[in-house]
């Protein structure tokens, strides 16, 4: 009998790569529930191949014939009594229900969805455990580290290294990455991913949430998780363990192996999709330390994580409100550092252990990052 796969967010980056996947693995997986946001077309030329049970469009859906509407369609997904597994692709909050209710109802949620986890870390935590759901990791970072400590005791890791690739501004001085544009912030210069990601990757906030990510995922200490940057992003992440020996996961980035491996894990099966390790093509890996000055809010989702509680949240949710600002041309590209870290400062965090206060703190932290955003330089409101 094959496995019942939700997508959700088949029309992204992720849930296309997915349905690549799935395309090499049909004797293993049926698509058994998709969901789109916006992209009608795209969503109906996907259920045309796949034939899932459930198509849910979260903007702009009929609710007839099988199909679901609005945020709603995503739990609904999510929960359906065919699925075993969720590959949540959804970009940003808006993920986190469902999460927490494919959790609830015993699912695996192989999740990419990483802002799930920042800004409700104990939240999902908890749905894991009282639904008897597991959360595995589709981030390619902490996909490596779970095929480093897989089969090995909690007690036997000390350290984690994330690898970053420093984004397209890794060389470039801190007053020139100030007035970056759009396209420039979207030229990633070794991974193809959704806008949000790509901006993320560019101010290294993204490795900031995936700090806390990996906090939540393996239960180390924000002292025990490293990063360093490597450009050629052939290295996904290193792991520590208490005698000194460190191991890591390697090959040409993709994320077609980090999603089967959420898939199947903690078993391997065959699969002849991506493009074998060749060292030599691969050729010299390098390594340097974070610049503090050049990526200013990767510092500051590093003092929120360690301040714990909802600061993490308020993070995410500054940042969210900053990245669209950004896309939409109304902030310059330096402005959204400044604008997380004045939400951060301003904010109150309380404490994250109820969804309400959760919701809260997120609502909180975008009406203060959108009045930033008005703020200096005369740029309209959001
Ligand atoms: P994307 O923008 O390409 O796709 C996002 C998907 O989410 C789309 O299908 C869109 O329809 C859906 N969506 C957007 N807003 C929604 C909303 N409000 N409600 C419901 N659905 C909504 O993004 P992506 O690059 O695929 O990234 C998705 C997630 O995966 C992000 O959290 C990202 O950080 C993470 N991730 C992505 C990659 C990658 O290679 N793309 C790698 C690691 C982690
Ligand atoms: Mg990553």
Same mark, same amino acid.
């Given at each position: 009998?094959?496995?019942?796969? $939700? @997508?959700?967010?088949?029309? &992204?980056?992720? !849930? ?5 996947? #799935? ?7 049926? +698509? ?22 459930? +198509? ?6 009929? !609710? ?9 369609? #995503? +739990? ?22 469902? %999460? ?30 009282? !639904? ?38 890794? %060389? ?21 991913? &959704?806008?949000?990601? %790509? ?29 360093? @940057? ?13 005698? &000194?020996? +460190?191991?890591?996961?390697? !090959? ?10 959420? #898939? ?18 691969? &050729? ?14 990767? $510092? ?26 950004? #896309? ?55």
């Amino acid at each position: 009998m094959s496995v019942g796969i $939700a @997508i959700l967010g088949s029309t &992204g980056s992720i !849930g296309r790569s997915t349905l690549q996947v #799935l395309a090499r693995q049909r004797e293993r997986f049926r +698509v058994v529930a998709i969901t789109g946001h916006s992209n009608k077309d795209l969503l109906a030329q996907q259920a045309a191949e796949w034939e899932p049970a459930f +198509v849910g469009l979260v903007n702009g859906g009929t !609710g007839d014939g099988g199909q679901g509407k609005g945020t709603a369609c #995503l +739990v609904e997904a999510a929960t359906h009594p065919d699925v075993k597994i969720v590959v949540n692709g959804i970009v940003g909050a808006a993920g986190l229900e469902a %999460t927490l209710a494919a959790l609830r109802a015993g699912k695996r949620v192989a999740l990419a969805n990483k802002e799930t986890l920042v800004m409700a870390g104990e939240l999902v935590a908890r749905a894991a455990r009282e !639904g008897g759901g597991e959360i595995v990791p589709v981030d390619s970072e902490h996909s490596a580290v779970l095929q480093c400590v897989a089969g090995r005791r909690p007690t036997e890791l000390d350290r984690l290294i994330l690898t970053a690739s420093g984004g397209p501004f890794r %060389t470039w001085g801190p007053e020139r990455v100030s007035r970056a544009t759009v396209a420039e912030a979207l030229k990633h210069p070794t991974w193809t991913m &959704g806008k949000k990601i %790509t901006v993320d990757s560019a101010t290294l906030v993204n490795k900031a949430l995936e700090v806390i990510e990996a906090h939540f995922l393996f239960g180390v200490d924000y002292d025990h998780v490293d990063v360093v @940057i490597h450009p050629q992003s052939v290295i996904h992440g290193f792991a520590e363990f208490v005698d &000194g020996s +460190v191991l890591a996961q390697i !090959g040409f980035p993709t994320m077609e192996l980090p999603i089967l491996y959420a #898939l199947t894990y903690p078993e391997r099966v065959p699969d002849q999709g991506v493009r074998r390790f060749d060292p030599v093509a691969a &050729g010299t890996l390098t390594f340097e330390a974070v610049q503090p000055d050049r990526f200013p809010a990767y $510092a500051v989702g590093r003092a929120a994580a360690r301040a714990g509680g909802t600061a993490p949240a308020m993070f995410n949710a500054a940042n969210e409100v900053a990245v669209q600002l950004f #896309l939409a041309e109304r902030i310059t590209f330096g402005r959204i550092a400044e604008i997380i870290e004045r939400v951060v400062e301003q904010g109150r965090p309380g404490d994250a252990g109820s969804l309400d206060s959760v919701l809260a703190a997120d609502a909180e932290a975008r009406r203060l990052a959108r009045e930033a955003g008005r703020g200096a330089g005369g740029e309209a409101a959001c």
